[in-house]
Every structure is written in structure tokens, then in C-alpha cells.
């Protein structure tokens, strides 16, 4: 048999480093951060938008003020040549009132825009507040959880870090090919990669103790020969022990 014995240890220590990982990347700080963060960006988009909004409407106000002084102005003028035109010239008498009907009627309406804008200005405002408000209130949160558990972290750093270190010594002792498998297994979350096979009926059927299927006569004999081969179920590393 292949000296497994490099990796086996290799996979003992392995396993304790994820588990450290694991309670790192499963904190429920984590997840908290993670709503926080997007939260803070929906927050972050209302008022970038807010402000464009608010832009929007400042140039409808300031257009809107220059028609209502120059629609302002055309009544007056109509309003001052109307007397002037003779009671019997009915014709233009009509003209002139239709006219000035007209410009009353577009100030109106421009009015009324103007209503509907100023109540859509209040809107963006309160929107810009509220949702400036919460994501200042989301930073501070983020800022908090963060530190509480960047503290998590450098209490595991040390055990992390003698597990990486103690990886990296053994990793020097495994055959390339053995640990270039052992690490494609790793890599798809299959731990334990290396498994030992099991026999209940004196060597007759084999099964891997990783995921408890028996193994076909072909892989069973490739087993014996080598005293190691493949899952053809799980794809794990089997090895047998005598």
C-alpha cells in the first residue's frame, strides 16, 4: 500500500482547519452584514435618486416661474389693449377676449403643474431624509458588526494559522498526484476525501465508508491490487487497511 499515512494526517488537520473556517464564514454576523450591505445600497440608490429627482424638479421650477412672468405679462397687455379696441368692432373685440381666454387657461394649467410638482418636491424630500437617515443608521450598524466580528476572527487567527503551517510541512511528505486528487475532492466540500473501505463478509463486497456504497467487482479488484483506487459512487480516495 501507498504511504497514505502523510495524508491521512494532512486530512485529520484539514478537517479541524474548515471546522474553524466554517464558524468563521457561518458567524450570524455574517448574514447580518450581508442584509446590512444591501440594504445600505437600496438606501444609497433613494437618494442618489432623490437627488436627481430634486434636480429635475429645479428645472421645471425655474422654466415654469420664467413662463408665469411672460404669460403674466401677455394678460396684462391684453388686458390694457381690450379697452382700447372700439365696442363695435366686435370681430376684433372676439379675438382679443378669445386670446386672452387662451393665455388665462395656459396659466391654469401651469399652475396646477406647478401644485403637482411642489407636492412631488415634499415627497423627494421626505425620501431623501428617511433614506439618508437609514443609511447612516446602516453604517453605524455595519461599522459595529464588523468590529465585533473582525474580534471573532483574531481569536481563531493563531489556531488558524498553526493548522496552515502544519498543512504546509506535511503537504512537502504526500505524493503530487495523491494530493492533487485529495485537493479536487476538497475543493467540491467532499470531506473526508480519503476514506478506508470496509468488508462484512471477508473480502467478498467492499464498501466506502464516505458515502456507503458497495463497490463494483472492478473497482473492488483495483482495490486489492493497489490497496487504493476511486468510489465509483462519490469519487473519494479508498484505501485499504489489512
Given at each position: 500500500?501507498?504511504?497514505?499515512?502523510?495524508l491521512?494526517?494532512?486530512?485529520?488537520?484539514?478537517?479541524?482547519?474548515?471546522?474553524?473556517?466554517?464558524?468563521?464564514?457561518?458567524?450570524?454576523?455574517?448574514?447580518?452584514?450581508?442584509?446590512?450591505?444591501?440594504?445600505?445600497?437600496?438606501?444609497?440608490?433613494?437618494?442618489?435618486?432623490?437627488?436627481?429627482d430634486?434636480?429635475?424638479?429645479?428645472?421645471?421650477?425655474?422654466k415654469?416661474?420664467?413662463?408665469?412672468?411672460?404669460?403674466?405679462?401677455?394678460?396684462?397687455?391684453a388686458?390694457?389693449?381690450?379697452?382700447?379696441?372700439?365696442?363695435?368692432?366686435?370681430?376684433?373685440?372676439?379675438?382679443?377676449?378669445?386670446?386672452?381666454?387662451?393665455?388665462?387657461?395656459?396659466?391654469?394649467?401651469?399652475?396646477?403643474?406647478?401644485?403637482?410638482?411642489?407636492?412631488?418636491?415634499?415627497?423627494?424630500?421626505?425620501?431623501?431624509?428617511?433614506?439618508?437617515?437609514?443609511?447612516?443608521?446602516?453604517?453605524?450598524?455595519?461599522?459595529?458588526?464588523?468590529?465585533?466580528?473582525?474580534?471573532?476572527?483574531?481569536?481563531?487567527?493563531?489556531?488558524?494559522?498553526?493548522?496552515?503551517?502544519?498543512?504546509?510541512?506535511?503537504?512537502?511528505?504526500?505524493?503530487?498526484?495523491?494530493?492533487?486528487s485529495?485537493?479536487?475532492?476538497?475543493?467540491?466540500?467532499?470531506?473526508?476525501?480519503?476514506?478506508?473501505?470496509?468488508?462484512?463478509?471477508?473480502?467478498?463486497?467492499?464498501?466506502?465508508?464516505?458515502?456507503?456504497?458497495?463497490?463494483?467487482?472492478?473497482?473492488?479488484?483495483?482495490?486489492?491490487?493497489?490497496?487504493?483506487?476511486?468510489?465509483?459512487?462519490?469519487?473519494?480516495?479508498?484505501?485499504?487497511?489489512?
Amino acid at each position: 500500500m501507498k504511504n497514505l499515512q502523510p495524508l491521512l494526517e494532512y486530512q485529520k488537520i484539514d478537517i479541524q482547519l474548515r471546522k474553524e473556517l466554517n464558524e468563521i464564514e457561518q458567524h450570524e454576523l455574517q448574514e447580518k452584514l450581508k442584509q446590512a450591505k444591501e440594504q445600505f445600497e437600496t438606501a444609497k440608490n433613494n437618494v442618489v435618486k432623490s437627488e436627481q429627482d430634486a434636480g429635475s424638479l429645479l428645472e421645471f421650477f425655474e422654466k415654469a416661474e420664467k413662463m408665469l412672468g411672460e404669460h403674466s405679462s401677455k394678460i396684462d397687455a391684453a388686458n390694457k389693449k381690450l379697452p382700447k379696441i372700439a365696442e363695435d368692432d366686435i370681430e376684433m373685440r372676439g379675438e382679443a377676449i378669445s386670446a386672452l381666454e387662451g393665455m388665462i387657461s395656459k396659466l391654469s394649467e401651469l399652475d396646477k403643474k406647478m401644485f403637482d410638482a411642489k407636492r412631488k418636491s415634499e415627497h423627494v424630500i421626505d425620501n431623501y431624509k428617511s433614506s439618508s437617515d437609514r443609511g447612516k443608521k446602516l453604517k453605524d450598524f455595519h461599522a459595529n458588526a464588523k468590529g465585533k466580528l473582525d474580534e471573532f476572527v483574531s481569536k481563531k487567527a493563531p489556531k488558524i494559522n498553526d493548522y496552515k503551517k502544519s498543512l504546509a510541512e506535511i503537504k512537502e511528505k504526500i505524493n503530487p498526484k495523491l494530493f492533487a486528487s485529495y485537493s479536487d475532492l476538497t475543493s467540491k466540500r467532499k470531506y473526508p476525501a480519503i476514506v478506508e473501505a470496509k468488508t462484512s463478509d471477508s473480502g467478498k463486497t467492499y464498501n466506502c465508508t464516505g458515502c456507503g456504497m458497495s463497490m463494483s467487482n472492478a473497482t473492488r479488484g483495483a482495490l486489492l491490487e493497489s490497496e487504493i483506487t476511486n468510489c465509483e459512487n462519490c469519487k473519494r480516495i479508498v484505501y485499504l487497511t489489512k
